[in-house]
């Protein structure tokens, strides 16, 4: 209530000294010790430990640790209790399955554009929505539940989402609609396309199928990352040559799996579009 804060957690390197001292005072040594980690702050116990698990971790976090758990953190305990290659794949849920048919649906936004109503009609309508979405969420954060948009929130949204201001949405909106309007056509139909399909199949067979984790990224899978790459580079070839879709494919998987400080609603169709707009 104050603001003067003491202890011994807030001195410099205090949490590994905590550390360090439970663990003299029980006996035990670093391989008997697991870390649970949300923040950055955190990184100084980790030599302390043996395994090192992420939850919903920054960029930062996510290089550091050996695992990585979003949304529910009781996906910590099979990562405890057995090895990694044991661990059973998370069951998709209602809202999972909502979430990337919401997703994979903007692979239509092109032909919008191009046989209905045109690149900047469609660019004007969705970049409207994401501020009404908004303006939704700062109300439903707020206790005040708004018709439709609320309920795709609830219907949607991630477990780590229900009770904070979701912004993934609204990064995917933008996302779209920057690829639309700054790259010219059919690059930006491609890199819609690429992020789209990309990421959501990504998503989705990364967390049923995937087993080998990046070295550089332990929140995502390379099976996810090389499916992703496949339906991205089939969707890209709507717009674009096989050879401009391999490429504008490959670079959005590869800007994807790296764990950058931006979401990838952003940097998949943006490096995708960069690319696809740069080969003749």
């Known amino acids: 209530m104050t603001g003067e ?9 205090g949490k590994a ?28 116990m980790f030599p302390l430990s043996t395994v090192r698990i992420g ?41 999972d399955v909502i979430r990337e048919a919401i997703h994979m649906s903007g692979f239509f936004v092109p032909f919008v554009c191009a046989h209905l109503l045109g690149t900047y009609l469609v660019s004007f309508l969705i970049f409207l929505t994401a501020l009404v979405f908004a303006a939704s969420e ?13 309920t795709i929130t609830w219907t949607a949204a991630k477990k780590s ?8 949405p609204i990064l995917f909106a933008i996302g779209i609609v920057f690829s639309l309007t700054f790259f010219p056509e059919p690059a930006n139909y491609a890199s819609v396309a690429i992020l789209t399909l990309g990421d959501s199949f990504d998503s989705i067979f990364g967390k049923k199928f995937g087993r080998t984790l990046f070295p550089f990224n332990k ?11 496949l339906f991205a580079f089939a969707g890209a070839l709507f717009f674009v040559s096989p050879v401009k879709a391999f490429i504008g494919a490959a670079t959005g998987m590869l800007v994807g799996s790296l764990p950058l400080p931006v979401d ?16 003749p």
């Open 161 to 168: 989402e229900f009770y904070e201001f979701a912004t993934a």
């Open 5 to 13: 804060i003491e202890g011994d957690v807030l001195k410099p390197n």
């Open 219 to 229: 929140g995502k899978h390379v099976e996810g990352s090389v499916f992703g790459f």
């Open 55 to 95: 939850y919903n971790p920054d960029f930062v976090l996510t290089l550091k640790s050996d695992y990585v758990v979003r949304d529910d953190l009781s996906n910590i305990i099979p990562i405890i209790n057995e090895k990694a290659s044991q661990v059973s794949r998370p069951i998709f849920s209602r809202n």
């Open 264 to 279: 990838d609603n952003l940097t998949i169709p943006i490096a995708a579009g960069l690319v696809l707009t740069m080969i």
């Open 17 to 44: 000294s905590v550390l360090e001292g439970l663990l003299q005072k029980e006996g035990l040594s670093p391989q008997n010790c697991v870390v649970v980690a949300d923040d950055r702050n955190n990184l100084q």
């Open 138 to 150: 700062l109300a439903r954060v707020q206790g005040i539940s708004i018709p439709i948009f609320s």
